[in-house]
């Protein structure tokens, strides 16, 4: 028996140096940890029980059969987080480069379909240079698996990815199915096909930063929504994430006892919006007075900056909060915004989560560029993306809800519960100044200054919403946190469904 068991112990030893020593060190050597230290880092201490550690490929061209790492690439298993369980995959990129092999595959797809069971998170810890090239289309039959047991699980158990090393391929494909995508600035990479077969095809040189940094999709592309300094902090942050969240569609996302007062007034918001209509001010400084104890989790915070998401609680429970950010384009919705705010919405309204929307908006971004890039689209995407919604929306107008953006920022005509406004919100068509130049073109300038004056007091305010009901009531700015903490109290038993269909045909 002893034997047996001293074996045991060989065999996960070996299991447990993946690649080996050298390929370990090369590794540390770029500032990457390794895929049982990630693991580690991510779950509470000592909660990981980890399946397959023996599982081996099963190929044999390439002289592959002399080249067997038990576990094969990848460190599966499940653990908690704060005590709540989650499922977990985690790419060895010292094992062939962390590549995909038939039963690297099946590895996978076992805690993929055992997380839809259970109705438990799932994160995949990525690594990785796609297919394994010595299986062919092997290792392209296992994506797929996991592709469809990605689609499968969306909307039923959160999905999370974080990329932490090259990745190409099949695994950034995963990755896109999934709720969220995190990078690791500087050692992260992702792209459909690296900078030599770019090279082969488009004779373009190309580093691998310019192709798929963080700064490529954590900023432009909006493919990852967000970056963090590195393997620490990102399994520190997505273990913060995921106490914002509900373990599946089935569960209600967790309440946690606040110790943040919830009739708690804060009389600088009174003096938050300057006098001056043009002026900006931070939207992010109302959100953090507001919520519980100012803990708000950004997503995408370095993309499409006019617009604002992220995770929050209010009286411990959790909630989606969606603003326009004045300081950056004025909080225009633009094509970017529209499409970064749209997901996050279903994301909230597949997961029970209530949103919070806080607006100010000017209208959608006028223009060739956002008109030929297909902002009627993509701003549909938002608009649909509200008007489906039936978990509990509260909307505060903090001053301009323009046109088409007041119609689309969860207003009360797409079904918003409690839509508030600030005494200083201006709610109209468009500005006063482009407003009159429009219908009193004629006139001259002289005639224009008092005419606008005019359309202001008729328009530029709250009351005349308010006076047909689109308004529920106008709110002191310092009684902001209470009215929300009240209503969502209120909105508990909320029930609101959308008549059956098979599925909805967003906007795509
Ligand atoms: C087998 C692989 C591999 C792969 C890397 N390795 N990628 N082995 N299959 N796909 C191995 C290398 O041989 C090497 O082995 C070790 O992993 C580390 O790789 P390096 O190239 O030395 O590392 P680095 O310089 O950091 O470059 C990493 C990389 C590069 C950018 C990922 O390896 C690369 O470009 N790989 C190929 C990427 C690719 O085109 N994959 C196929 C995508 S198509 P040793 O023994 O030296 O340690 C795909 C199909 C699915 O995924 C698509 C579905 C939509």
Redesign the pocket.
Known sequence: MKQILKQLETMRETARQG?GAR?IEAQHA?GKLTARERVDLLLDEGSFEEFDMFVEHRATDFGMAEQKVPGDGVVTGWGTINGRTVFVFSKD??V?????SSAHAQKILKVQRQALKMGAPIIGLFD???????EGVD??AG??DI?LENTLASGVIPQIAVIM???????V?SPAIMDFIFMVKDTS?MY??????VKTVTHEDVT?EDLGGYRVHAMKSGVADGAFENDLEAMTQVRRLVDFLPTSNRERPPVRVSFDEAEREEPSLDTLVPANPNKPYDMKELILKVVDEADFFEISPDFAKNIICGFARMDGQPVGIVANQPQVLAGVLDIDASRKAARFVRFCDAFEIPLVTFVDVPGFMPGTRQEQGGLIRHGAKLLFAYAEATVPKITIITRKAYGGAYDVMSSKHIRGDLNYAWPTAEIAVMGSKGAVEIIFRNQTPEELVAREAEYKERFANPFVAAARGYIDDVIMPHGTRRRIVRGLRSLKGKTLSNPWKKHDNIPL
């Open positions: 690649g390929r770029k990129f010292t062939f480069g962390g590549s995909l990785a240079g796609g297919a394994r090239i010595q290792s392209l994506y797929a592709f090393g090259p990745c190409a391929g099949g695994d494909y990479y459909v096909t690296g900078p030599d077969v691998h």
